[in-house]
């Protein structure tokens, strides 16, 4: 059973939408998916899950300052999600409003933590993005992140 937490920030709805578009993907492969708004997410939590997904906005190339604090907070955990499964997701205002950026901030804490990212060789490299709320092909590309992350998390968590 691949137990996977999405964590997400959404001030507008378009990150929320994102967030069960990937639990959706990632529940038609197996996984046991948790959704939540980081505010109601304490970083202890965190290790109760073989996955994490992390989705935000991006204001001002980064991710959303509550998502940051969770990952600040997170420290405490240092060695603790060693091994564990990561993504990340984005939307934003625009085409060139931030959204890799965002994501590679997120999964470079990830990677901090010793978490295993997986990339995607057809879609969008790094995680989903989308320019306000998803359309048909951020749509497609969160279902397919959601199927690649819970199909990952099975083959190394099982």
Avoid: W
Wanted: hydrophobic fraction near 40%; charged fraction near 20%; charge should be neutral.
């Amino acid at each position: 059973m691949a137990r996977i937490l999405i964590v997400y920030y959404s001030r507008s709805g378009n990150t929320r939408k994102m967030a069960e578009l990937i639990a959706e993907g990632a529940e038609k492969q197996g996984g046991v998916v948790t959704v939540k708004d980081v505010k109601a997410v304490a970083a202890k939590e965190l290790i109760e899950f073989d996955a994490l997904i992390i989705g935000s906005p991006a204001y001002y190339g980064t991710m959303a300052a509550p998502l940051k604090q969770l990952l600040d907070d997170s420290v405490s955990l240092h060695g603790k999600l060693d091994g564990k499964i990561g993504g990340a997701f984005c939307s934003s205002a625009n085409i060139a409003g931030g959204n890799e950026t965002t994501i590679l901030d997120i999964l470079n804490a990830l990677l901090i933590h010793g978490m295993i990212l997986q990339g995607d060789p057809q879609g969008d490299h790094y995680g989903p993005v989308a320019i306000g709320a998803p359309d048909h092909r951020a749509s497609k590309e969160c279902l397919r992140f959601g199927s690649r992350i819970a199909a990952l998390t099975m083959k190394l968590h099982g």
